[in-house]
């Protein structure tokens, strides 16, 4: 399923300007004294729902208008399946719905705060745009340690296609990292500005999960996720903006980002929201360049004649072992090279900038193809309420709805009877000086 969201849920312009629930952020410094602090500052607050561990977080974002701090935008992140599950080791993607549970929370949050229902009822999903998502697809293995293996074979490709490679976060890290503690494998891929890709095998309760179940409960969970490779790809801010050429006032063709389809949750409906889950994966197979033939064995020596000169020169060093930076290439020049390099990658499959007995090794991953969607129907009847996936979702929407309805009545219920306690006042106010204090107390 989509596991882990981040969305940005936009001040609908009916409700723009009221008074909206915002903590402004002022941090202390050892002395107790605040720091100062930009005035449009909004600290992050957490919100935890009853079902589960899973902490919902909200950033307020504001602007000042006529001197009067208003409230545009809640940045929201939560994850779903920990939230209303209790866990998110077994699920199926459902962006849609995922994005309607963190809208439902969200709602849910603005009422306990004491926003009127009318206002909350402006927030819908046309207000929600996705910046961040978590796809997890289930490949089911068999049993652990196949699962693990596969993860092993994931990360020595990984290792093969990008050792070296580095990225950089504030500071420079590996693109492949993997770790494997007493058979438990992660190997995570960061290659792409779009998205990250992420293995490993759900088996048991880690510091920080979501877990919030009983651990008979969880135990019998894990033991099914633990047959599944759970294969993430994580979709970056860079993946739900798209560049496009208009016209400016001038009549000038300039380059202007704006909002792709990817980051409305209403894309994710329906047949077309399963297209853009396979979508998604064959870009992560692209990146893993697995729809690529890569040649693993030497070519034969009549093949060989039937190339130029250079590249059989440069092609037979390689098989020898010697470096990218040492092939006897005719240019110097790097534009050059790279389009002799890529010849011969298209022609005899080779990629030279691969070691020769590193290719040779090269893991296919045959196992690595789109699953389709997790069925609930693989899960026991009294675990099912803790699977994210088919009539489960459905059940866990309506009973969200119905703690929605209930606490919007019960909020409408308070303010009529302020409103009605404020309206008593008023009346008694007007009474002679004489009755008023008695009134009132016969009232109490």
Same mark, same amino acid.
């Given at each position: 399923?989509?596991?882990?969201?981040?969305?940005?849920?936009?001040?609908?312009?009916?409700?723009?300007?009221?008074?909206?629930?915002?903590?402004?952020?002022?941090?202390?410094? %050892?002395?107790?004294?605040?720091?100062?602090?930009?005035?449009?500052? =909004?600290?992050?607050?957490?919100?935890?729902?009853?079902?589960?561990?899973?902490?919902? /977080? +909200?950033?307020?974002?504001?602007?000042?208008?006529?001197?009067?701090?208003?409230?545009?935008?809640?940045?929201?992140?939560?994850?779903?399946?920990?939230?209303?599950?209790?866990?998110?080791?077994?699920?199926?993607?459902?962006?849609?719905?995922?994005?309607?549970?963190?809208?439902?929370?969200?709602?849910?949050?603005?009422?306990?705060?004491?926003?009127?229902?009318?206002?909350?009822?402006?927030?819908?999903?046309?207000?929600?745009?996705?910046?961040?998502?978590?796809?997890?697809?289930? +490949?089911?293995?068999?049993?652990?340690?196949?699962?693990?293996?596969?993860?092993?074979?994931?990360?020595?490709?990984?290792?093969?296609? $990008?050792?070296?490679?580095?990225?950089?976060?504030?500071?420079?890290?590996?693109?492949?990292?993997?770790?494997?503690?007493? *058979?438990?494998?992660?190997?995570?891929?960061?290659?792409?500005?779009?998205?990250? +890709?992420?293995?490993?095998?759900?088996?048991?309760?880690?510091?920080?999960?979501?877990?919030?179940?009983?651990?008979?409960?969880?135990?019998?969970?894990?033991?099914?996720?633990?047959?599944?490779?759970? $294969?993430?790809?994580?979709?970056?801010?860079? *993946? $739900?903006?798209?560049?496009?050429?208009?016209?400016?006032?001038?009549?000038?063709?300039?380059?202007?980002?704006?909002?792709?389809? /990817?980051?409305? %949750?209403?894309?994710?409906?329906?047949?077309?929201?399963?297209?853009?889950?396979?979508?998604?994966?064959?870009?992560?197979? #692209? =990146?893993?360049?697995?729809?690529?033939?890569?040649?693993?064995?030497?070519?034969? %020596?009549?093949?060989?004649?039937?190339?130029?000169?250079?590249?059989?020169?440069? =092609?037979?060093?390689?098989?020898?072992?010697?470096?990218?930076?040492?092939?006897?290439?005719?240019?110097? #020049?790097?534009?050059?090279?790279?389009?002799?390099?890529?010849?011969?990658?298209?022609?005899?499959?080779?990629?030279?900038?691969?070691? /020769?007995?590193?290719?040779?090794?090269?893991?296919?991953?045959? *196992? =690595?193809?789109?699953?389709?969607?997790?069925?609930?129907?693989?899960? %026991?009847?009294?675990?099912?309420?803790?699977?994210?996936?088919?009539?489960? +979702?459905?059940?866990?929407?309506?009973?969200?709805?119905e703690k929605l309805r209930f606490?919007?009545?019960?909020?409408?219920?308070?303010?009529?009877?302020?409103?009605?306690?404020?309206?008593?006042?008023?009346?008694?106010s007007r009474m002679p000086d004489?009755?008023?204090?008695?009134?009132?107390?016969?009232?109490?």
């Amino acid at each position: 399923m989509a596991d882990t969201l981040t969305a940005r849920i936009s001040v609908p312009d009916e409700a723009f300007g009221q008074d909206l629930p915002y903590v402004k952020d002022e941090r202390t410094d %050892p002395t107790g004294e605040i720091k100062a602090r930009s005035a449009t500052s =909004l600290a992050k607050v957490p919100f935890k729902f009853k079902c589960g561990k899973a902490t919902m /977080w +909200i950033s307020p974002k504001g602007g000042y208008v006529d001197g009067k701090l208003n409230i545009y935008a809640y940045d929201v992140s939560v994850s779903v399946p920990g939230a209303v599950c209790g866990l998110n080791a077994l699920l199926e993607n459902a962006v849609y719905e995922v994005s309607l549970f963190a809208l439902y929370f969200f709602q849910y949050w603005l009422l306990e705060c004491g926003v009127a229902t009318e206002t909350v009822k402006k927030f819908t999903m046309k207000n929600v745009e996705l910046e961040e998502l978590h796809l997890t697809y289930l +490949i089911y293995s068999g049993n652990k340690n196949k699962a693990n293996n596969r993860i092993l074979e994931l990360a020595r490709r990984g290792l093969t296609l $990008f050792s070296g490679d580095m990225i950089k976060k504030n500071k420079r890290k590996a693109a492949v990292e993997y770790r494997n503690s007493d *058979w438990n494998c992660y190997v995570r891929i960061s290659k792409s500005s779009k998205f990250d +890709i992420a293995a490993y095998v759900k088996s048991f309760v880690i510091p920080k999960s979501f877990c919030g179940l009983p651990t008979v409960v969880s135990d019998k969970i894990f033991a099914i996720s633990q047959n599944y490779v759970r $294969f993430e790809v994580k979709l970056k801010k860079a *993946w $739900f903006s798209e560049t496009v050429v208009v016209e400016d006032a001038e009549g000038k063709k300039v380059k202007k980002k704006q909002l792709s389809k /990817w980051a409305s %949750p209403l894309s994710w409906k329906g047949r077309a929201g399963k297209a853009m889950y396979e979508q998604v994966f064959e870009e992560a197979r #692209d =990146l893993l360049r697995l729809n690529e033939k890569f040649n693993q064995r030497r070519h034969r %020596p009549d093949f060989m004649q039937t190339l130029s000169d250079e590249h059989r020169a440069i =092609l037979e060093e390689h098989y020898a072992g010697t470096s990218f930076k040492k092939l006897p290439f005719k240019s110097k #020049d790097a534009k050059q090279r790279s389009k002799v390099k890529r010849a011969i990658q298209k022609l005899c499959r080779v990629d030279l900038s691969i070691p /020769w007995e590193e290719q040779k090794e090269l893991m296919q991953l045959e *196992w =690595l193809v789109y699953p389709g969607m997790f069925k609930l129907d693989s899960v %026991p009847e009294e675990l099912k309420d803790y699977a994210f996936a088919g009539r489960t +979702i459905k059940k866990k929407k309506e009973e969200m709805k119905e703690k929605l309805r209930f606490l919007a009545k019960h909020n409408d219920l308070q303010s009529q009877a302020i409103a009605a306690a404020l309206h008593r006042a008023r009346d008694i106010s007007r009474m002679p000086d004489d009755g008023g204090e008695s009134d009132l107390m016969g009232n109490i």
